[in-house]
């Protein structure tokens, strides 16, 4: 077909120069495809190097501890994607004797890998004839047939994935998959793309029909929530502190923070200051608290944006389980923590 050869050309002539596509190894494709999932290259790349320094194999990263996979990931954000990889990893080295699978079907039994990234794996690493649909793959298609389906909605996904295959070259899974999903970060791009330069500017429908600015449809909002945390951070005559493991479900699983208050509404500093002195987080009493921020840090993440203030509490005597704030670094933290440590610390 016309548009699967000319897409292929174009990938050929303009893909970037990427580690995971210098050999078919599905270790470092599987690890490339869970670090990219909502993270631009440029973002995940470094930390891609870093773990493939750390873990050349899936039996060093099998053999790893939770905490040293968690703090190679800090700051890449998405951390269920860390531990999956984790238990992943495991489960190839101890469930199916260290072989990697080797088809979708089989891709699809390990733990964190769903449609996407098992055609990713089966296409680029045993050229399997599978077609891969992620975000760059429905606005491709969506653009040069002109299809109006809401991506969001129920039957899309399938819609898409039979489109796809049906424009998959024979033999060339692996080409294919790699250049509609390069076209669609480099070329075909969500907001104001360079059509006038487009090998498809005289066969694309959407651009025909005016209507490349309108198309992937979809509908579906993300309902974000907000959260107030106010961290406290201990500090004892040892100028030493406290941190806790972040056990509960949701956000920052098994990540460390300060003790936090976390209240249903922005509250005045006052009103914080009232519940933080008429609560027990730890047993010495406090001598001062004070604010090390007096601007509110928002950290936006997917679904949540949080309001987040770090309060200085300094207490009389020693803090059980008191850790020096060098000792405390080496932890994984969520970035906004780790950043906070940083600028205060250090």
């Not at 101890?94 to 699809?108: A, D, I, Q, R, T």
């Not at 004839?129 to 909605?153: K, M």
């Not at 994935?161 to 790699?178: D, H, I, R, S, Y």
């Amino acid at each position: 077909m016309k548009f699967s050869k000319a897409l292929i050309q174009w990938y050929l002539q303009n893909k970037r120069d990427l580690p995971w596509r210098n050999d078919t190894n599905p270790y470092t494709i599987w690890l490339s495809e869970i670090m990219l999932q909502q993270t631009r290259v440029a973002q995940g790349l470094p930390y891609f190097l870093r773990f493939t320094a750390a873990f050349p194999t899936f039996f060093d990263l099998a053999k790893a501890d939770e905490e040293e996979v968690l703090k190679l990931w800090q700051g890449l954000g998405y951390y269920s994607r860390a531990r999956n990889l984790h238990k992943t990893a495991k489960q190839i080295a101890f469930e199916f004797n260290g072989e990697f699978p080797k088809s979708y079907g089989e891709l699809l039994k390990l733990k964190g890998i769903g449609e996407y990234t098992a055609a990713a794996i089966a296409s680029f690493a045993y050229n399997e004839s599978v077609p891969v649909v992620d975000g760059n793959v429905f606005r491709v298609l969506s653009r040069y047939f002109d299809v109006e389906t809401d991506i969001a909605s129920t039957g899309a996904k399938k819609e898409f994935t039979q489109l796809a295959a049906e424009v998959l070259p024979k033999g060339q899974a692996n080409l294919f998959n790699q250049a509609i999903m390069e076209f669609g970060a480099l070329q075909c791009v969500p907001k104001n793309p360079d059509c006038g330069i487009c090998v498809f500017n005289d066969s694309c429908l959407g651009l025909q029909q005016k209507k490349v600015a309108q198309l992937p449809v979809k509908s579906k909002k993300i309902k974000v929530t907000n959260r107030f945390f106010n961290y406290l951070v201990f500090s004892d005559e040892n100028d030493k502190t406290i941190i806790n493991k972040r056990t509960q479900k949701g956000i920052w699983h098994n990540l460390y923070e300060f003790p936090v208050l976390e209240t249903e509404m922005a509250e005045s500093d006052i009103a914080v200051l009232d519940l933080i002195q008429n609560q027990s987080f730890v047993d010495n009493p406090i001598q001062e608290i004070q604010l090390y921020n007096s601007e509110t840090i928002v950290h936006k993440l997917s679904h949540q944006h949080l309001a987040i203030k770090f309060w200085k509490v300094k207490v009389e005597g020693t803090l059980d389980n008191g850790m020096d704030c060098e000792s405390a670094s080496k932890f994984p933290f969520p970035i906004v923590i780790y950043n906070f440590i940083s600028n205060q610390w250090f």
